[in-house]
């Protein structure tokens, strides 16, 4: 069982900068492939980013590419999401997932433990 909790959320003006961190229980972070979603109001939820156990591969879906960045520090079981160049349209509550497999999974059915989520907004 994984507990995870993230931090970092708030309000920013566009253009700002946020560091989502997503920190995990347990022994065995590192053998959990480790991703971001969002959830808008009214929207589906939508995978955001993913990245290995190691940290050497990561995905990220086109709108954010060149604006956010996924990272992770086994040492402190810790999983981030650094957002710059924020815009409106990023405003969400931002949820971090682990999956169990080595797969960087981008559907929601693809991971096991969800934490409860950080709210991000923009303004414009």
């Known amino acids: 069982q994984v507990q995870l909790v993230e931090s970092g959320g708030g309000l920013v003006q566009a253009g700002g900068s946020l560091r989502l961190s997503c920190t995990a229980s347990?022994?065995?972070?590192?053998?959990?492939?480790m991703g971001w979603f969002r959830q808008a109001p009214g929207k589906e939820s939508e995978f955001v980013a993913a990245i290995s156990w190691g940290g050497r591969s990561t995905y990220n879906i086109d709108s954010v590419k060149g604006r956010f960045t996924i990272s992770r520090d086994n040492a402190k079981n810790t999983v981030y999401l650094q957002m710059n160049s924020l815009k409106p349209e990023d405003t969400a509550v931002y949820y971090c997932?682990?999956?169990?497999?080595?797969?960087?999974?981008?559907?929601?059915?693809?991971?096991?433990?969800w934490g409860q989520g950080t709210q991000v907004t923009v303004s414009s």
């Open positions: 997932a682990a999956d169990r497999t080595y797969v960087l999974g981008r559907t929601v059915e693809e991971y096991d433990y």
């Open positions: 347990g022994r065995t972070f590192s053998t959990y492939v």
